[in-house]
């Protein structure tokens, strides 16, 4: 079993930068495939960004392409979420999912497949 914790979100103007960090500790960081998902207040979490194993693949939902980036760390077992351009609709709870995998290429994009969460950082882009 792997623990997830985040950190880095809080209140920035639209426009701005954000970094969000999840460490993550309990198990080898590689063997999991990762992701970012959030929580608008009202709504259903969705998926933001996500990245295999080895960090050679990734994948973002169509309205934060081009404005974030997703990146991983296994010697440090961090996988981080840097988040440009950012837009009142940005504002959400922000999650870490874990997925212990077999494949070293394989992305996982749904919030069914992945058994590990952290516990949420709140991101608040105002206008």
């Known amino acids: 079993q792997v623990q997830l914790v985040e950190s880095g979100g809080g209140l920035v103007q639209a426009g701005g930068s954000l970094r969000l960090s999840c460490a993550a500790s309990?198990?080898?960081?590689?063997?999991?495939?990762m992701a970012w998902f959030r929580q608008a207040p009202g709504k259903e979490r969705e998926s933001v960004a996500a990245?295999?194993?080895?960090?050679?693949?990734?994948y973002y939902t169509d309205s934060v392409k081009g404005r974030f980036t997703i990146s991983r760390d296994n010697a440090k077992n961090t996988v981080s979420l840097q988040m440009n351009s950012l837009k009142p609709e940005d504002t959400a709870v922000y999650y870490c999912?874990?997925?212990?995998?077999?494949?070293?290429?394989?992305?996982?994009?749904?919030?069914?497949?992945?058994?590990?969460w952290g516990q949420g950082t709140q991101v608040t882009v105002s206008s």
């Open positions: 990245i295999n194993r080895s960090g050679g693949s990734t």
């Open positions: 999912a874990a997925e212990r995998t077999y494949y070293t290429s394989k992305l996982y994009y749904t919030e069914a497949e992945y058994d590990y």
């Open positions: 309990g198990r080898t960081f590689s063997n999991y495939a």
